[in-house]
């Protein structure tokens, strides 16, 4: 149907590029103790780009059942373009891509059964440890085909597997409302409900006792996945070559210069064997790559798709994503932190008189990214004591500028992990933050 | 498409099963700075089967129609292995209906070139602003319908359209970048995109006036909402905590939320509704075949009612009220909000203005969330009030709080009234849903502003 597809496209472009995919999905829901529901979901669908009088042209349908559906979507392309964008790329002709690995048979193989005992194993862990806990459990699999192919013979077919796990439990007592989770995910059937269980629990005993801090500025310690949801988002969009682009990033002109702690590196790696956010090409058939974001502090590289990296006269980087139905537009693949010399977090906690440990704040990136200001709803976070976590803070927000944050950090630890696939870090202790709160 | 649904439907063996097929159509235009990005249409055609057997549910979704009945068997089939309990779905009475959509004027009928030179227009509007850094202008629009049945009788066909126009501004002046945004939707009147000039050349001042601002000092402060700030607030505050799939299986919130418990002063209204003639969270019919109407969540101060699908308002014993929403049909629907806003009280601005020795006046919003009993939100455009009069501007003010607390902290409710004209989109779960979010300008307490 791809070449089909192209075949037609050819006759009405200079360029055609057809994107093609196709999953299915398993996941498994438990609610409220129990499973709850069995879902399958299939779905595929085209999208078609093509540069014609040198303007680019767009169509996506999922309705490829009759005959005429591929006019039609030659139709709708041929017509965007007719108002489309200059185009500013030329696409890959045909590469060999790297090896690396995203799809685990295993991972295919896993039946329904598997899945419902991966779910239940974590559920009953979590609720022998307390009867008291209101858990939640989903456990999932995907296989996702992609198949690319443009008319000067480039292009890409890979599958991927990707299977998940993820444990909640609601704890209520009074008017007092505790909330924990966490989520593990890997194109390989590598996934330990004990693991998952165990980190929900130890975030619970935490969390058992509230823990007053007072309004003033503080050391902040960020576990990666709180480093993740409150730092992470300004600079992604700061990175993003499309911001960079408008002009709009506050880093567009600090290529090549110092802007962060000599301590900080950051790479954006799709080369990693199983990572979630690795394959052998981006959605453009650019082979993917690693690439440094941030040096030892220094501003290394934007992240570009083709025709981004075109109009900034960049050099692309493998970074075009598409959602499918919109054009290609830079994403990241697997976001690495490179782990520093601080120890674990354990180690990090021991180092902090009186400061805050955060796991989890709401709200940090919807406020304004683009000055890399971010302001959070501490969710999950404890208050840290003399090297010592001491409860569970609350109605507390954790606030500053990422660019200031990251400029004078204390340490960064030792051990990196995974967050929800595509994000590795370890935790930073960042040396100064405002921490606010309500007031008796 | 009846025929075949209805024909599905036959001999199934499960305590419930429903049907959608939906097909939509979409066309986007997207500019980013002065230059247009892309131009798309999108088609999809799609469907789901939905089963609950013993209190078990399967469901299954697909591209490929061909063979609905199999796929009741899988649904069927997977909800069996699930269920090992007593299924409680609400009785609705079977619904026989065609809801055609009727535009005012149809975006449909417009050609994608004026659509293009309308927005070409916005675009030069923002560029004639200095100190502009670049601007994101998105218009949208899309039709979709729906073919509804299920195994109680009922039978629906449903058209709906939506269509919006948002504008983003990033203002710079070295390295301080602020920005500002501003947004028309509709379900049914291409009109409401059009004329728009002076705002969007007001939301370009604003976002260069915002280079001037100075970041909040942290800590509690008395506040004001506007009309948009306050709608956010109540749908992300109260209106999530009122979704009945949080309480119906967690004893202890139920507890919290028993009905008739007060949450507020005598002048607090909170109501959803499906039915507001225009906006985008408006729509005849649930994603479960139920009619939507006028849900009271708070009267009054009380708590009167709650959200409900078929399944929570069976569980609960209470009445249903329309409020099952899927994204599409690739996913079941969820327990979500559709038009929530607080309603007018009698204080006039002034008068709440007056009241502030020391706060913050926060207008419009770029996003909000919550985790039930706490909440932020974060203020596009705010001002420091001092003794009772408009200061300076600051710029990343934060606010965060305990629902709780802050419902018994609103002070007064303004006797003003605006449906944010941007529309919203609401996230949970991972699906997304055009939502209404509306009230007027309300003086609270004392609320938490995240500041530097």
Known sequence: MLDALLEKAKKEAEVAEAFFYESTELPISFEANRMKSINARESSGMALRIIKDGRIGLGYSSKLGNPGDLDALVASA????????????????????????????????????????????????????????????????RVTRVRLLNSLGGGTDYVKSVVSLSGSVNLTRGEDLLDVWHYAVSCRADIDPKTVAQRVIQRVEDARHNADVSTKHMPVLFTPQGLGNTLMQPLRQAFSGKTVLQGASPLSDKLGEQVFDEKLSIYDDGTIDFAVGSSPTDDEGMPLRRTPLVEDGYVRTFIYDLQTAGLAGAEPTGNGERSPSSLPAPGYHNVVVAPGS?????????????????????????????????????????????????????????????????????AIGSEPEWVGGGFSAPPILVADLSVSTREG | MRERIEDALKHHTADYVEIRIEETKSTSITYRGQDLEEVGTTTQLGGCVRAVVNGGWGFVSFNQLSDLKEKVTQAVSQARLVGNEKTELVDVPPVDDVVRVAMVRDPREIALADKKRLMDSYVEEIWRTPKIQTSTVRYGDGYRKQYYGNSTGTYIEQERGRLTAHFGVVARDNGNVQQARTGFASSDDYSVVENRHAEVREAAAKAVGMLDATPPKGGEFMVILDSTLAGVFAHEAFGHLSEADHVYENEKLKEIMVLGRTFGSKQLNIADSGQVRGLTGSFSYDDEGVPTGKQYLIREGELVGRLHSRETAGKMNEAPTGNARAESYRVPPLVRMR????????????????????GVYCKNWYGGQTSMEMFTFSCMEAYAIRDGKLAEPLRGVNLSGNVFTTLENIIAVGNDFAWDPAGGTCGKNGQSAPVGDGSPHVLISKCLVGGQ
């Open chain 1, 342 to 410: 601080g120890g674990s977090l354990q180690d990090l906690i021991g180092s902090v008189a009186e400061g805050v440990l955060v796991e989890f704040t709401m709200g940090a990136g919807m406020g304004n990214l683009f000055a890399g200001d971010f302001s959070g709803n501490v969710h999950l976070g404890y208050k840290i004591e003399n090297g010592k976590l001491a409860g569970r803070v609350k109605d507390t927000m954790v606030a500053g500028n990422v660019y200031e944050a990251l400029k004078d950090i204390a």
């Open chain 2, 339 to 358: 038009n929530t806003a607080i309603e007018p009280g009698d204080t006039p601005f002034d008068e709440m203005l007056a009241e502030v020795k020391d």
């Open chain 1, 78 to 141: 041929v017509e965007s373009a007719q108002f489309g964008a200059q185009a500013q790329f030329s696409l890959p002709g045909a590469f060999t891509a790297n090896g690396v690995a995203t799809f685990d048979p295993a991972v295919e193989a896993l039946s329904l059964e598997n899945l419902v005992s991966l779910g239940t194993e974590a559920l009953d862990l979590l609720r022998n440890h307390d009867d008291q806990f209101l858990c939640d459990v989903g456990a999932a699999k």
